[in-house]
């Protein structure tokens, strides 16, 4: 695994810029570093959410998933989870995100 991370200056307050790099140096970062999206050739790196936003998320999480299980629709995923809208779009990481039975494949 790579470890850009260690090699790219930040502060408390700030995530480390965008790097350049292909969507194969992408998948092989070191995942430590928290939430890391793929968008147009670089790696954006982003801060720890706070306490409100993940009791939010947990919440929606449950209600939706619930939801979503109830009536056999699909799967509900919650982050850390990558994924790609289209094959050479970018990798991104919601904080949840639908996946229906139809499209499980």
Partial sequence: MTSLIASVPQTIDSPPAPQP???????????????????????IFHMPPLDEHQT???MLHLLMGSYVQ????????????????APAG?????????LATENLG
Avoid: Q
């Fill in 70 to 85: 109830l009536l056999s629709l699909g799967k509900l995923r919650v982050a850390p989870f990558a994924m790609r809208a």
């Fill in 90 to 98: 970018p990798a991104r990481e919601p904080d949840l995100f639908f």
């Fill in 21 to 43: 790099m292909s969507y194969e140096e992408y998948l092989t970062l070191d995942w430590t570093a928290g939430l890391v999206e793929w968008v147009d050739g670089e790696a």
């Fill in 56 to 58: 939010l998320v947990e």
